[in-house]
Every structure is written in structure tokens, then in C-alpha cells.
């Protein structure tokens, strides 16, 4: 193989887990129903099981990049998807709660892997002026996981049952765990080595900046629309507002992602022109009246305004990418990964806080009737529940307002 083509090649490996996690990630929203009968759980019980991924995905980050430094790509790729394929296999094939919950959250543990390995393999493989760009290309690849995690998927769960496609998904993380440890090499071309040593000190300082705190809170707050929406409860909130079937309301969140290609650039071009904060806030109103358009204007909705809706949520979810590079302006550069570190933990447990919130607020204004023997939830209870989303975003921008105001004090003193 030439050597322009072997890091592109290497790259494919851990890229593919990447991408692949996020079929992972979402299926069980596409599931809802078939898992709340098999476990005999309400919505409280399913979003407690959906926010368990994001514990194990947000408590993973900084021990999966110390195993990275200390035995490579190779190894922690090949057992983390491993550890996917058996704990999806645990979940489909059992009926006790307690290992249901376990092995989602091994789920979300071994998820943690994927970009971080992908990263760890382009910083080897290809030369620090490609950097940004491959990183760039593996979140437009990986984002493409998300979309075909969607209505293709669903379409198998209607024609093949959702156990068979568990297994089969299970076995396909499996396989790319074997092939990335069959093939998967390190470069034999020396590269600069990456400061990347966690100390005590860098951790206590930044853990005690109430303004990295006030971002990260900010971040969580915000992230309602990705992870609690698009990852687990719009599927089955379309199904209830404007009665399409379970295939063609995946087909229209998947939108969400396909905004999230565009979102990057986009927003970070605009925020060169008016700033990193005004473009968050900026963000931050429009997901509020997006939600508020999305909960209580159903009767305006088509296939063409819904799907415009989702794709401009969408590119409004790639606020992150401005608050990574905001919080690098708050930090010294000895401090820059430890603290993209510490926002990226904060954030994913934002679909642990709307996961549970949500469940716990359906079941609160859960009418009583049932049907096949698991609760049945009215589009009031879903208004009510989901309202939470734009609640929280407004409160976000408002932190981030906040977070400006201080720094632009910490700069005129």
C-alpha cells in the first residue's frame, strides 16, 4: 500500500467505531415502546435507562485518553467496540432491569472511545497542518452515523424485529473491534509528541474557576436539543403530534444531523464577525423559539416545514463548537485539553439531566391510560415534558451572557 494511501486506510478504523457509535447511541429511541413492555417501565424508568449512556460516555473521557497514551489505538478501539457488541447483545437478551442498565451504560463506557481514537490515530498518522481538517471530515463521516441511525434503521426494527437487529448491530460492533485489531498499525514516522499529563494542580485550578463553570452549565443547558430530543424522545413525540409512523418521524429528526455538516462552519464564520458569545446567545434564542414553534404550532406543520425546522436546529446544536473555542480563551495553553476535557464530560451529561427530566415530567403529567399493559402518553404530556428543552436553553444563553459580561471585566481591570 502507497504511503499516501496507508494513513487514510489507518484512519478508517477507529473512524468507522466512531460513526458507528452512533447508531448505538440511538436506536433504543427508535425502541421505545418494545423496550417500556419488555421491562415493564414507565417513561421515568426509560429515560433513567437512556441517561445511564451518558454517565458511562461522560465518566470515560479522561481514563480512555490515559489508556490511548498507554497502549495506543489499536487495543483500546478493538475492546471498547468488543465491549459495545456484548453489552448491546446483554441488553437485547435480557429481562432484568438491573443488567439492562448495566450494559447501557458499558455502552455508553465504550462509546467514549470513538472520537477520542480517531483523534489519537490522525495525530499519528497525519501531520500537525492536517490536524483540523481531518478532525473536521471524521465529525461529517460520524455525524453520517447518526443520520442512517435513523429512519434505515427503524424500517429494520418494522420488517425484522427489533431483537434481530440488535443482535445484528451487536455483531457488527464486534466485528469492527477484531478487524481494527488485525490491522490497525501505529506510524513508524515520528511525529512531535502531545503534552497530554494530567495534574493535580491543572485540575483543582480549573475546577475552581467559577467562569469555566458558568460555561460548562451553560453548555449542558443547551444541549436539550441534540441529546434530549433528536438522541431518544422526538421520534416518538412526531409519532403523537402529527401521526406519521416511526420510520418517516426518524426520517425527519435525522435532520438535525444533516444541519449539524453545516452548522460548524457556519456559525463559526458568523462568530468572526460578531463574537463567540453573541453567536451562542444568538443560538440559544433561536432553539427556544424553535421549541415552542415545534410544541404548540403543530397544525402549521408539512413535510417540507418540518424538515426545514430540524435542519435550522440543527446547525443552532453546533453552538459547541463555539463554546470549546470560548472556553480555550479563558485558560492558558498548558491548560487546553484538560479543560476541552472537562466542557465535553459536562456536556454529555446533559442527556443524563433531560433523559431523566423529561421521563420523570411524562410521567408526572401522565393521564392514566394504558395500553398492552405500559403507559400511554398524550400530546399534553409530551408538551409539558418537552417544554423543559426550551426552558433550559433560555437559561443557558442567559450564563453565557453572564460568562461575556465577566470577561470582558477580567480584561478592562
Known amino acids: 500500500m502507497s504511503k499516501r494511501i496507508l494513513p487514510y486506510a489507518m484512519w478508517v478504523f477507529p473512524l468507522s467505531f466512531f460513526t458507528y457509535q452512533f447508531i448505538l447511541r440511538l436506536w433504543p429511541s427508535l425502541m421505545m415502546q418494545q423496550i417500556m413492555q419488555?421491562?415493564?417501565?414507565?417513561?421515568?424508568?426509560?429515560?433513567?435507562?437512556?441517561?445511564?449512556?451518558?454517565?458511562?460516555?461522560a465518566g470515560m473521557q479522561l481514563p480512555i485518553a490515559v489508556l490511548l497514551d498507554r497502549f495506543g489505538a489499536r487495543y483500546v478501539v478493538c475492546i471498547c467496540a468488543v465491549l459495545c457488541g456484548l453489552s448491546t447483545l446483554?441488553?437485547?437478551?435480557?429481562?432484568?432491569?438491573?443488567?439492562?442498565?448495566?450494559?447501557?451504560?458499558?455502552?455508553?463506557?465504550?462509546?467514549?472511545?470513538?472520537?477520542?481514537?480517531?483523534?489519537?490515530?490522525?495525530?499519528?498518522?497525519?501531520?500537525?497542518?492536517?490536524?483540523?481538517?481531518?478532525?473536521?471530515?471524521?465529525?461529517?463521516?460520524g455525524l453520517l452515523g447518526a443520520i442512517?441511525?435513523?429512519?434505515?434503521?427503524?424500517?429494520?426494527?418494522?420488517?425484522?424485529?427489533?431483537?434481530?437487529?440488535?443482535?445484528?448491530?451487536?455483531?457488527?460492533?464486534?466485528g469492527i473491534g477484531v478487524l481494527t485489531l488485525l490491522f490497525l498499525k501505529t506510524s513508524s514516522t515520528p511525529r512531535e509528541k502531545e503534552q497530554s499529563t494530567l495534574c493535580v494542580k491543572d485540575l483543582r485550578k480549573l475546577l475552581s474557576s467559577s467562569t469555566i463553570w458558568l460555561l460548562a452549565i451553560s453548555n449542558l443547558l443547551m444541549v436539550g436539543p441534540l441529546e434530549g430530543f433528536a438522541d431518544v424522545w422526538g421520534v416518538n413525540y412526531l409519532m403523537q403530534a402529527i401521526a406519521v409512523n416511526k420510520a418517516d418521524a426518524a426520517?425527519?429528526?435525522?435532520?438535525?444531523?444533516?444541519?449539524?455538516?453545516?452548522?460548524?462552519?457556519?456559525?463559526?464564520?458568523?462568530?468572526?464577525?460578531?463574537?463567540?458569545?453573541?453567536?451562542?446567545?444568538?443560538?440559544?434564542?433561536?432553539?427556544?423559539?424553535?421549541?415552542l414553534w415545534l410544541l404548540y404550532a403543530t397544525t402549521f406543520f408539512n413535510a417540507?416545514?418540518?424538515?426545514?425546522?430540524?435542519?435550522?436546529?440543527?446547525?443552532?446544536?453546533?453552538y459547541q463548537v463555539l463554546v470549546f473555542a470560548t472556553g480555550s480563551e479563558l485558560v492558558s495553553p498548558a491548560m487546553l485539553g484538560i479543560t476541552i476535557a472537562f466542557l465535553n464530560c459536562i456536556n454529555m451529561l446533559g442527556g443524563s439531566f433531560f433523559h431523566s427530566t423529561i421521563g420523570w415530567a411524562m410521567d408526572h403529567f401522565w393521564t392514566g391510560l394504558m395500553a398492552n399493559?405500559?403507559?400511554?402518553?398524550?400530546?399534553?404530556?409530551?408538551?409539558?415534558?418537552?417544554?423543559?428543552?426550551?426552558?433550559a436553553a433560555a437559561i443557558g444563553g442567559i450564563l453565557v451572557i453572564v460568562v461575556g459580561w465577566c470577561r470582558k471585566r477580567k480584561i478592562a481591570n
Open 251 to 291: 426520517g425527519f429528526v435525522s435532520y438535525i444531523f444533516v444541519g449539524m455538516l453545516f452548522g460548524g462552519p457556519l456559525l463559526a464564520a458568523w462568530a468572526k464577525r460578531i463574537g463567540n458569545y453573541s453567536v451562542i446567545t444568538l443560538c440559544s434564542l433561536g432553539m427556544v423559539l424553535a421549541f
Open 38 to 57: 419488555q421491562f415493564q417501565v414507565d417513561a421515568t424508568g426509560f429515560g433513567l435507562l437512556a441517561s445511564v449512556y451518558y454517565y458511562g460516555y
Open 373 to 391: 399493559g405500559i403507559r400511554t402518553y398524550t400530546m399534553q404530556s409530551y408538551q409539558h415534558a418537552l417544554l423543559i428543552i426550551p426552558a
Open 148 to 174: 442512517y441511525g435513523g429512519k434505515p434503521v427503524s424500517l429494520l426494527v418494522e420488517n425484522c424485529g427489533w431483537q434481530q437487529v440488535a443482535f445484528v448491530l451487536a455483531c457488527v460492533s464486534i
Open 304 to 318: 417540507y416545514s418540518l424538515s426545514a425546522l430540524f435542519f435550522v436546529v440543527g446547525i443552532l446544536c453546533c
Open 90 to 141: 446483554l441488553f437485547t437478551y435480557t429481562d432484568n432491569w438491573t443488567l439492562a442498565l448495566i450494559s447501557r451504560f458499558l455502552v455508553g463506557a465504550g462509546s467514549a472511545a470513538g472520537f477520542l481514537a480517531t483523534s489519537k490515530v490522525i495525530s499519528q498518522w497525519f501531520g500537525r497542518q492536517y490536524y483540523a481538517r481531518m478532525v473536521g471530515f471524521s465529525f461529517t463521516v
